[in-house]
């Protein structure tokens, strides 16, 4: 599996940078729930999910994917 660089923009990964499975044209998926960002696990009770979607490349072959919203634990599947 080909994997894509990209790098978080605002909420609660901003800044991040994470390898994500590439999509069969090299891109990296349209959109990304990011649960528990930089931590091993959130509190009980205080599940959600963080949804990415995919912005652009840089030019050095980083993507970046721009916050959209937070919601509920398993609101974004």
């Known amino acids: 599996m080909a994997l894509v660089r990209v790098r978080f923009v605002g ?35 205080d599940e959600t999910d963080h949804l990415y979607e995919r912005d652009r490349r840089d030019g050095w072959g980083t993507w970046t994917m721009r916050y959209v919203r937070t919601e509920p634990f398993g609101a974004t599947e």
């Open 11 to 45: 909420g609660p990964a901003h800044d991040l940078v994470r390898e994500l499975p590439a999509e069969p044209d090299g891109e990296p998926p349209r959109r990304w729930i990011m649960r528990h960002p930089g931590e091993p696990a959130a509190p009980p009770g």
